[in-house]
Protein backbone atom coordinates (compact mmCIF):
# COMPACT_ATOMS: atom_id res chain seq x y z
CA UNK A 1 0.00 0.00 0.00
CA UNK A 2 3.16 2.13 -0.52
CA UNK A 3 4.46 3.91 -3.31
CA UNK A 4 7.28 5.75 -4.53
CA UNK A 5 6.13 8.88 -3.47
CA UNK A 6 4.57 8.44 -0.08
CA UNK A 7 1.61 6.46 0.83
CA UNK A 8 -2.18 5.16 -0.60
CA UNK A 9 -4.33 6.12 1.34
CA UNK A 10 -6.74 5.37 -0.48
CA UNK A 11 -5.87 1.80 -0.34
CA UNK A 12 -5.54 1.89 3.38
CA UNK A 13 -8.88 2.94 3.95
CA UNK A 14 -10.30 0.38 1.73
CA UNK A 15 -8.06 -1.93 3.05
CA UNK A 16 -9.67 -1.33 6.71
CA UNK A 17 -13.29 -1.24 5.42
CA UNK A 18 -12.89 -4.66 4.27
CA UNK A 19 -11.16 -6.06 7.93
CA UNK A 20 -14.24 -4.03 9.45
CA UNK A 21 -16.87 -6.14 6.84
CA UNK A 22 -15.30 -9.22 7.92
CA UNK A 23 -16.97 -8.41 11.56
CA UNK A 24 -19.94 -6.92 10.34
CA UNK A 25 -21.21 -7.76 6.82
CA UNK A 26 -23.84 -4.93 7.11
CA UNK A 27 -21.72 -2.27 8.32
CA UNK A 28 -22.31 -0.03 5.26
CA UNK A 29 -26.05 -0.26 6.00
CA UNK A 30 -25.75 0.57 9.45
CA UNK A 31 -24.01 3.67 8.03
CA UNK A 32 -26.81 4.59 5.41
CA UNK A 33 -29.50 4.27 8.14
CA UNK A 34 -27.09 6.67 10.11
CA UNK A 35 -26.88 9.55 7.87
CA UNK A 36 -30.38 9.17 6.62
CA UNK A 37 -31.37 9.79 11.14
CA UNK A 38 -28.91 13.02 10.39
CA UNK A 39 -30.49 14.35 7.53
CA UNK A 40 -34.05 14.12 8.87
CA UNK A 41 -33.07 15.19 12.29
CA UNK A 42 -30.65 18.13 11.28
CA UNK A 43 -30.49 18.48 8.19
CA UNK A 44 -27.82 17.94 4.63
CA UNK A 45 -25.48 20.45 6.28
CA UNK A 46 -24.30 19.01 9.63
CA UNK A 47 -21.59 20.21 11.97
CA UNK A 48 -20.74 16.68 13.29
CA UNK A 49 -18.22 15.29 15.67
CA UNK A 50 -17.01 11.81 14.38
CA UNK A 51 -15.98 10.33 17.64
CA UNK A 52 -13.54 7.67 18.09
CA UNK A 53 -13.10 8.38 14.53
CA UNK A 54 -10.60 5.66 13.54
CA UNK A 55 -9.59 6.09 9.88
CA UNK A 56 -12.25 8.80 9.49
CA UNK A 57 -15.02 5.86 8.31
CA UNK A 58 -17.94 8.29 9.09
CA UNK A 59 -16.83 11.34 7.81
CA UNK A 60 -15.93 9.69 4.62
CA UNK A 61 -19.69 8.76 4.15
CA UNK A 62 -20.70 11.93 5.60
CA UNK A 63 -18.97 13.92 2.86
CA UNK A 64 -19.71 11.64 0.23
CA UNK A 65 -23.69 12.38 1.14
CA UNK A 66 -23.71 16.09 2.40
CA UNK A 67 -21.04 17.98 0.69
CA UNK A 68 -21.31 21.09 2.98
CA UNK A 69 -21.09 19.05 6.29
CA UNK A 70 -18.13 19.60 7.97
CA UNK A 71 -16.39 17.03 10.76
CA UNK A 72 -13.84 17.03 13.91
CA UNK A 73 -12.42 13.55 13.89
CA UNK A 74 -10.78 12.96 17.43
CA UNK A 75 -9.33 9.80 18.70
CA UNK A 76 -6.12 9.11 20.02
CA UNK A 77 -4.57 5.97 17.84
CA UNK A 78 -1.88 7.44 16.04
CA UNK A 79 -1.95 5.17 13.42
CA UNK A 80 -5.34 5.22 12.47
CA UNK A 81 -4.98 8.88 12.74
CA UNK A 82 -2.28 8.95 10.49
CA UNK A 83 -4.66 6.86 7.80
CA UNK A 84 -7.00 9.54 8.57
CA UNK A 85 -5.03 12.66 8.23
CA UNK A 86 -3.42 11.09 5.35
CA UNK A 87 -6.68 10.78 3.10
CA UNK A 88 -8.39 14.18 4.56
CA UNK A 89 -5.60 16.47 3.91
CA UNK A 90 -6.38 19.75 2.24
CA UNK A 91 -9.96 19.59 2.63
CA UNK A 92 -10.87 21.95 5.08
CA UNK A 93 -14.52 20.74 6.00
CA UNK A 94 -12.18 18.20 8.26
CA UNK A 95 -10.19 18.72 11.42
CA UNK A 96 -8.45 15.85 13.27
CA UNK A 97 -8.11 16.04 17.28
CA UNK A 98 -6.04 13.63 19.41
CA UNK A 99 -7.48 13.28 22.64
CA UNK A 100 -8.24 10.00 25.30
CA UNK A 101 -12.05 9.89 25.46
CA UNK A 102 -11.15 8.42 29.28
CA UNK A 103 -9.27 12.16 29.97
CA UNK A 104 -12.07 14.76 31.90
CA UNK A 105 -11.00 17.36 29.56
CA UNK A 106 -10.66 16.09 26.41
CA UNK A 107 -13.50 18.15 25.37
CA UNK A 108 -11.58 21.21 25.47
CA UNK A 109 -9.47 19.85 22.68
CA UNK A 110 -12.72 20.65 20.24
CA UNK A 111 -12.45 23.53 17.96
CA UNK A 112 -16.15 24.11 18.46
CA UNK A 113 -18.55 24.24 21.85
CA UNK A 114 -21.31 22.42 19.83
CA UNK A 115 -22.35 20.39 17.35
CA UNK A 116 -25.83 19.17 15.42
CA UNK A 117 -24.48 15.77 15.46
CA UNK A 118 -22.23 13.02 17.22
CA UNK A 119 -21.65 10.35 15.34
CA UNK A 120 -19.69 7.06 16.53
CA UNK A 121 -19.19 3.26 15.76
CA UNK A 122 -17.34 0.04 17.13
CA UNK A 123 -15.73 2.12 19.11
CA UNK A 124 -17.34 2.53 22.54
CA UNK A 125 -17.63 -1.02 22.89
CA UNK A 126 -13.94 -0.17 24.28
CA UNK A 127 -14.94 1.66 27.51
CA UNK A 128 -16.24 -0.17 30.76
CA UNK A 129 -20.10 0.84 31.97
CA UNK A 130 -18.86 3.64 34.41
CA UNK A 131 -16.63 5.90 32.16
CA UNK A 132 -19.11 5.69 29.10
CA UNK A 133 -21.83 7.19 31.41
CA UNK A 134 -19.25 9.86 32.19
CA UNK A 135 -18.59 9.96 28.70
CA UNK A 136 -22.57 10.14 27.74
CA UNK A 137 -22.98 13.06 30.12
CA UNK A 138 -20.39 15.09 28.22
CA UNK A 139 -21.40 14.10 24.38
CA UNK A 140 -24.86 15.50 26.16
CA UNK A 141 -23.16 18.72 26.78
CA UNK A 142 -21.61 18.96 23.26
CA UNK A 143 -24.74 18.16 21.71
CA UNK A 144 -27.15 21.32 20.67
CA UNK A 145 -30.80 21.35 21.80
CA UNK A 146 -32.39 18.94 19.18
CA UNK A 147 -29.20 17.81 17.98
CA UNK A 148 -28.82 14.18 18.17
CA UNK A 149 -26.02 11.33 19.48
CA UNK A 150 -25.68 8.02 17.51
CA UNK A 151 -23.95 4.95 18.73
CA UNK A 152 -23.80 2.13 16.39
CA UNK A 153 -21.73 -1.09 18.09
CA UNK A 154 -22.20 -4.24 19.41
CA UNK A 155 -25.31 -4.36 22.73
CA UNK A 156 -26.07 -7.41 23.60
CA UNK A 157 -29.00 -8.77 24.77
CA UNK A 158 -28.65 -11.28 27.86
CA UNK A 159 -32.14 -11.96 28.13
CA UNK A 160 -31.78 -14.43 24.59
CA UNK A 161 -28.80 -16.85 24.97
CA UNK A 162 -29.60 -19.30 23.20
CA UNK A 163 -30.52 -16.75 19.94
CA UNK A 164 -27.39 -15.40 20.71
CA UNK A 165 -24.99 -18.19 20.38
CA UNK A 166 -26.74 -19.33 17.58
CA UNK A 167 -26.37 -16.59 15.82
CA UNK A 168 -22.80 -15.90 16.93
CA UNK A 169 -21.77 -19.79 15.38
CA UNK A 170 -23.02 -18.83 12.25
CA UNK A 171 -21.22 -15.62 11.88
CA UNK A 172 -18.00 -16.99 13.27
CA UNK A 173 -18.63 -20.15 10.52
CA UNK A 174 -18.92 -17.31 7.71
CA UNK A 175 -15.88 -15.06 9.28
CA UNK A 176 -14.11 -18.37 8.89
CA UNK A 177 -14.99 -19.21 5.25
CA UNK A 178 -13.89 -15.71 4.58
CA UNK A 179 -10.25 -16.28 6.08
CA UNK A 180 -10.14 -19.29 4.09
CA UNK A 181 -10.79 -16.95 1.24
CA UNK A 182 -7.79 -14.49 2.30
CA UNK A 183 -9.72 -12.07 4.36
CA UNK A 184 -7.55 -10.21 6.98
CA UNK A 185 -8.89 -10.06 10.68
CA UNK A 186 -8.03 -7.98 12.85
CA UNK A 187 -5.19 -9.02 14.30
CA UNK A 188 -2.81 -9.63 10.37
CA UNK A 189 -4.29 -6.15 9.90
CA UNK A 190 -2.44 -5.04 12.05
CA UNK A 191 0.63 -7.03 11.36
CA UNK A 192 0.34 -5.40 7.68
CA UNK A 193 0.50 -1.69 9.01
CA UNK A 194 3.55 -2.86 11.42
CA UNK A 195 5.49 -3.49 8.14
CA UNK A 196 4.69 -0.20 6.47
CA UNK A 197 7.78 1.97 6.79
CA UNK A 198 5.25 4.71 6.90
CA UNK A 199 2.67 3.61 9.59
CA UNK A 200 5.24 0.91 11.27
CA UNK A 201 6.11 3.74 14.09
CA UNK A 202 2.59 5.14 14.65
CA UNK A 203 1.08 1.26 15.27
CA UNK A 204 4.22 0.43 17.88
CA UNK A 205 2.86 3.75 19.32
CA UNK A 206 -0.96 2.41 19.19
CA UNK A 207 -0.13 -1.20 20.58
CA UNK A 208 1.96 0.90 23.75
CA UNK A 209 -1.44 2.95 24.27
CA UNK A 210 -3.92 0.36 23.94
CA UNK A 211 -2.29 -3.35 24.19
CA UNK A 212 -3.75 -5.50 21.89
CA UNK A 213 -7.28 -4.91 22.37
CA UNK A 214 -8.99 -3.22 25.07
CA UNK A 215 -11.57 -4.81 27.69
CA UNK A 216 -15.11 -2.62 27.73
CA UNK A 217 -18.61 -3.65 28.00
CA UNK A 218 -20.97 -4.75 25.55
CA UNK A 219 -24.32 -3.35 27.57
CA UNK A 220 -27.69 -3.93 26.23
CA UNK A 221 -29.14 -1.30 24.01
CA UNK A 222 -31.70 -0.77 26.55
CA UNK A 223 -28.78 -0.02 29.10
CA UNK A 224 -27.44 2.97 26.54
CA UNK A 225 -30.55 4.29 25.82
CA UNK A 226 -31.09 4.60 29.83
CA UNK A 227 -28.17 6.48 30.64
CA UNK A 228 -28.35 8.59 27.45
CA UNK A 229 -31.47 9.82 28.97
CA UNK A 230 -30.17 10.02 32.43
CA UNK A 231 -27.39 11.94 31.51
CA UNK A 232 -29.27 14.63 29.17
CA UNK A 233 -31.01 13.42 26.20
CA UNK A 234 -35.22 13.91 25.77
CA UNK A 235 -35.44 11.03 23.87
CA UNK A 236 -33.24 7.41 23.03
CA UNK A 237 -33.84 4.31 20.94
CA UNK A 238 -32.67 1.76 18.66
CA UNK A 239 -33.52 3.03 15.08
CA UNK A 240 -31.27 -0.15 13.50
CA UNK A 241 -30.74 -3.53 14.81
CA UNK A 242 -28.97 -6.89 13.55
CA UNK A 243 -28.27 -9.74 15.53
CA UNK A 244 -24.98 -8.42 17.27
CA UNK A 245 -25.47 -4.65 16.49
CA UNK A 246 -27.71 -1.67 17.25
CA UNK A 247 -27.69 1.42 15.93
CA UNK A 248 -28.88 3.15 18.69
CA UNK A 249 -30.36 7.41 18.41
CA UNK A 250 -30.52 9.85 20.88
CA UNK A 251 -32.22 13.24 20.36
CA UNK A 252 -31.18 16.15 22.55
Known amino acids: MTTGVGTDWQAWQESWDRQQEWYMPDREERFRVMLDMVEALVGPRPRVLDLACGTGSITARLLARFPEATSTGVDLDPALLAIAEGTFAGDTRVTFVTADLKDPNWVAELPYDSYDAVL ?133
Open 120 to 252: TATALHWLHSEPLTVLYGQIAELVRDGGVFMNADHMIDESTPRINAAERAQRHAHMERARQDGALDWAAWWEVAAADPVLAGPTARRFEIYGEHAEGDTPSAQWHARVLRERGFAEARPVWCSPSDTLLLALK
